[in-house]
T-cell receptor
Framework: DTGVSQDPRHKITKRGQNVTFRCDPI?????LYWYRQTLGQGPEFLTY????????KSRLLSDRFSAERPKGSFSTLEIQRTEQGDSAMYLC????????????????FGDGTRLSIL | AQRVTQPEKLLSVFKGAPVELKCNYS??????LFWYVQYSRQRLQLLLR??SRESIKGFTADLNKGETSFHLKKPFAQEEDSAMYYC???????????????FGQGTILTVHP
């Protein structure tokens, strides 16, 4: 198992373009998380899935952002009409989780996708 | 709402000296606290979690609910400990684990030879 995989590692695009990132979690993990990290800050939560259900979205996630996890395996994060402020590292993490688990299982992070908006 | 504060952005010590990275949190419920570490050019990885009460790589952290703190300590720092350290909180309610992490801003630890 190679851990959480994210693609691409780097994305450079012009303002106004759409971008899509992919995350492949650890195979047996049912939870998948997206975070955003800007320079000098810790990661900030964006959204998470349990299997294919999107259970929570942060207020940071504007209408231009959409995330999917159609078959409960890999996930995509799309940003439409990118803006300068979208430049950041986008991190994906996965874990085991659920109602019967009384403690949070550790989240395993990918290397992230660095987005640069020109 | 939950919040995590790491008051020191930078911390420098010499090899063999004790080190303490501070973390304070605010949350009205029952939190779970974690320390994550990111070594140069590596991905973010879990260092330890309060419920495990483990010592990992010589580091320990005790949850102090009275002071709402979860400071990370090591009695004798090593050069390989140089990294970015993040304190993180996960909120729970009842028996359900929420999962999402709230991170502090991070502390860059540099251990000089």
């Amino acid at each position: 198992d190679t851990g959480v995989s994210q693609d691409p590692r780097h994305k450079i695009t012009k303002r106004g373009q759409n971008v899509t990132f992919r995350c492949d979690p650890i195979s047996e993990h049912n939870r998948l998380y997206w975070y955003r990290q800007t320079l000098g800050q810790g990661p900030e939560f964006l959204t998470y899935f349990q299997n294919e259900a999107q259970l929570e979205k942060s207020r940071l996630l504007s209408d231009r952002f959409s995330a999917e996890r159609p078959k409960g395996s890999f996930s995509t994060l799309e940003i439409q009409r990118t803006e300068q402020g979208d430049s950041a590292m986008y991190l994906c993490a996965s874990s085991l989780g659920g109602r019967k688990l009384y403690s949070n299982q550790p989240q395993h992070f990918g290397d992230g996708t660095r987005l640069s908006i020109l | 709402a939950q919040r995590v504060t790491q008051p020191e952005k930078l911390l420098s010590v010499f090899k063999g000296a004790p080190v303490e990275l501070k973390c304070n949190y605010s949350y009205s419920g029952s939190p779970e606290l974690f320390w994550y570490v990111q070594y140069s050019r590596q991905r973010l990885q879990l260092l330890l979690r309060h419920i495990s009460r483990e010592s990992i790589k010589g580091f320990t952290a005790d949850l102090n609910k009275g002071e709402t703190s979860f400071h990370l300590k090591k009695p004798f720092a090593q050069e390989e400990d140089s990294a970015m350290y993040y304190c993180a909180l996960s909120a729970r309610a009842g028996g359900t684990s929420y999962g999402k992490l709230t991170f502090g801003q991070g502390t860059i630890l540099t251990v000089h030879p």
